[in-house]
């Protein structure tokens, strides 16, 4: 892999990193608010939390699989 596609690839691991942390992350809160813990609003936090993960697990999965193939078809 040449050193601009390696660049390429460490732009394009930290993207899907970041955005899995954050899938984590908000799926973390939903968890916490569903069961009450955040006391204003718990429900609501919980719903919009649970519909961004949702999104963001759909938009990793485009991601992934689009870097995936970028990746096999780069040289070694």
Request: glycine fraction near 2%.
């Given at each position: ?65 689009r ?10």
């Amino acid at each position: 892999m040449d050193d601009s596609a390696n660049r390429i690839f460490k732009m394009k691991f930290a993207k899907l990193t970041m955005m899995l942390n954050a899938i984590i992350f908000l799926a973390a809160i939903a968890i916490l608010a569903f069961f009450g813990l955040i006391p204003i609003y718990s429900i609501q936090i919980a719903a919009i939390c649970a519909v961004i993960v949702l999104v963001l697990s759909v938009l990793f999965v485009k991601h992934y699989k689009r870097d995936k193939a970028w990746l096999h078809e780069q040289e070694d």
